[in-house]
RNA sequence: GCUGGCGUAGCUCAGCCGGUAGAGCAGCUGAUUUGUAAUCAGCAGGCCGGAGGUUCAAAUCCUCUCGCCAGCUCCA
């Protein structure tokens, strides 16, 4: 069966339920979603409230029982003008979107008529296991200038097992939160003095210079050396790269000595003028640049959240300056790098696009189109499939995006690599050919998990906070049963320290059954348990927190074992 | 930014058709010295996000403001 048709048809069972509640409910747009499907709807003078939705339900069930036909029937665009005449957004559609159509497509059922382009499910008993699932605010074709709406969601699935499978992935993301994670495990906060500014706490930044680390690594071995350029540069510099006019509203600005500035909310323009610094040679290129570097956009206050957005970040941002025919050969080397890097992070189901040239852009069509097949041939070339997705490009050219699939199936947008040949030229850059000519290099940017914030949070999640040994801010805590192995814990303690692994101390003056519990809550991977035991057998006694147990090792034989899985940057905790 | 909801102890929350605040956990103190996810008892802790207003009286009602949450829109 057609889930799709199943979830619209949903729609419109809803539509009509609403209807009988609301005799006058004006209907705008009632599409089906990933999950199940939505109506935006205005109730003339009143609102639906959460109260509404059993009953909507209740209602939908009867006309499903029903099992009444859905007709489909082509009508001439004047006689739907006449039929939808208490419709007014049904009118405007016929008189927007579909005014050069002759005739129009319309479905009806139970006497419900609405104008829609189908396909439906044969009848409404069709319908597999929906849900209401929340009321939500909109607006009419999506601009706040417009009449507001509300957004009536439903889910649907085939069957009830889906269905239920689906509320239970709802209820684990929800467990799995990064903001409460965050909380928990003391990783960071944010403070209403700086609404959406990230406050590392030491742990979390523990774990952020291990991410940063990893990631140097991987732009270490693609042959990048790394930059820093400054976060407030003169706002000439952004009038000529572009990003005043495109973004100045999302910009953060200051002056000094009567001087406008702004605080970089991109990184290339830095990296452009380090690269203008000198004249370089074709030998020289690719000349590859990057920088963990940290910007502030100022986002919409409706959008923060969490990690997830932000109004400052760091971005692994690489800038790679080349020659058109380097292109392929760079982009097949950061693709090789990403799948990677995001296997080492557990995600291996990864999905490429090609985004194309949005209606806000610069350049010309000629380098748009260039840049378009570059990229579709790098990826063909390497053996790459991917897919579309039309006008979501960069403003200034087209992209590669990578998105991932996390344990919950949910997809997440990380790394890009994008073509750019405008801001060469609007920047004047330049190199010597062989020809002994200036050329205007291409300039690649690219960035493998976006942004270190939200790549954090995205991983917690996917983690569920259980952080693999190589990131964990604390690898492991020893834990004393009674205060008198409290001085052998110390010493043990220093030694692991010495060796270079994040160890702390329980000394609370708690029972061992309580300590061993923190740590589980703080996800600690290794609890080593001291008592007199241990003490007297110079061995250790190591509870994963996976709860196995492996007992009577020597300190020799857990630090190589520990450092084993570390250097692996193993998801497990032991080795086979 | 827009629509709707929310803001009470360090944390999670109760109290809210008005009569100046409560629980659990965490913290502190004392007792207990304990073998793989919570020992017991006591103590302390809050200008109820902020500013105005209504009222004899405001955590509770109203206005504004800041922040958070769910969406919308946006994302270089």
């Known amino acids: ?213 990893f990631i140097r690594e991987g732009y270490r071995k693609l042959g990048a050396q790394e930059i820093r350029t400054p976060e407030i540069l003169s706002e000439e510099l952004w009038h000529r790269s572009g990003h005043y006019e495109n973004f100045k509203d999302d910009m953060y600005f200051t002056e000094a000595d009567e001087r406008r500035y702004a605080i970089k909310p991109m990184n290339c323009p ?119 997705k039309e006008g979501e490009g960069a403003f200034y050219g087209p992209k590669i995006e990578f998105n991932v699939k996390d344990c919950l199936k949910r997809n997440w947008q990380l790394g890009t690599i994008q073509v750019d040949f405008s801001m060469p030229r609007r920047f004047d850059l330049e190199y010597v050919g062989s020809d002994s000519a200036r050329h205007a290099p291409v300039l690649l940017h690219r960035a493998i998990l976006g942004s270190l914030e939200r790549f954090i949070g995205i991983y917690l999640e996917h983690v569920a906070g259980a952080l693999p040994a190589w990131l964990a801010p604390v690898q492991a805590v020893v834990i004393t049963i009674a205060e008198g192995q409290n001085e052998y814990a110390r010493k043990l303690s220093e030694k692991l320290v010495g060796k270079g692994l994040r160890v702390e101390t329980d000394f609370s003056p708690e029972r061992m059954n309580k300590k061993i519990r923190n740590a589980q809550l703080q996800k600690i991977p290794y609890m080593i348990i001291l008592g007199e035991k241990e003490v007297m057998d110079k061995n250790l006694s190591v509870r994963l927190r996976t709860g196995e147990n492996i007992n009577g090792i020597t300190v020799e034989e857990f630090v190589d074992s520990v450092k084993e899985i570390i250097k692996n940057r193993s998801d497990t905790l032991w080795p086979e």
């Open 270 to 388: 830095g990296s452009i003028l380090i690269y203008k610094e000198k004249l370089y040679s074709y030998r020289d290129l690719p000349l590859r640049l990057m920088e963990m570097g940290h910007v502030h956009r100022f986002e919409l206050s409706g959008v923060l959240h969490g990690l997830f957005r932000v109004r400052a970040f760091t971005q692994d941002d690489g800038h790679i300056y080349c020659m058109p025919e380097q292109i392929e050969e760079e982009i097949k080397r950061f693709v090789e790098s990403v799948f990677y890097t995001y296997s080492i992070f557990g995600f291996d189901d990864v999905s490429v696009f090609i985004a194309t040239r949005p209606d806000q852009s610069i350049g010309s069509d000629e380098e748009w189109e260039n840049a378009t097949v570059a990229l579709k041939n790098a990826l063909e070339k390497n053996g790459v499939e991917y897919g579309i």
């Open 1 to 213: 069966m057609d889930i799709k048709a199943m979830r619209h048809s949903a729609a419109h069972i809803m539509a009509e339920a609403i209807k009988e509640l609301h005799p006058n409910a004006q209907f705008a747009f009632g599409p089906e979603t990933q999950n199940g499907f939505y109506y935006d709807v205005e109730i003339p003078g009143g609102s639906l409230t959460n109260e509404d939705l059993p009953k909507i339900e209740k209602i939908m069930k009867k006309i499903i029982k029903s099992k009444t036909p859905f007709h489909h029937r082509d009508v001439p665009r004047d006689e739907a003008l006449e039929l939808f005449k208490d419709q007014k957004y049904k009118v405007k559609t016929l008189n927007s979107l579909l005014k050069d159509e002759q005739s129009v497509s319309v479905y009806t059922q139970n006497g419900f008529v609405d104008l829609c382009r189908g396909p439906h499910v044969e009848n409404t008993g069709n319908i597999g296991a929906f849900a209401m699932d929340k009321i939500a605010g909109a607006y009419w074709l999506g601009n706040a200038e417009n009449e507001p709406l509300q957004r009536i969601y439903g889910i649907c699935f085939a069957t009830k097992e889906e269905l239920k499978e689906y509320k239970k992935l709802l209820e684990e993301a929800k467990k799995r939160d990064h903001r409460v994670t965050g909380k928990k495990l003391d990783l960071f906060s944010f403070h209403d003095e700086g609404a959406g500014f990230v406050f590392w706490h030491p742990r979390g930044l523990t774990l952020f210079n291990l991410m940063v680390d």
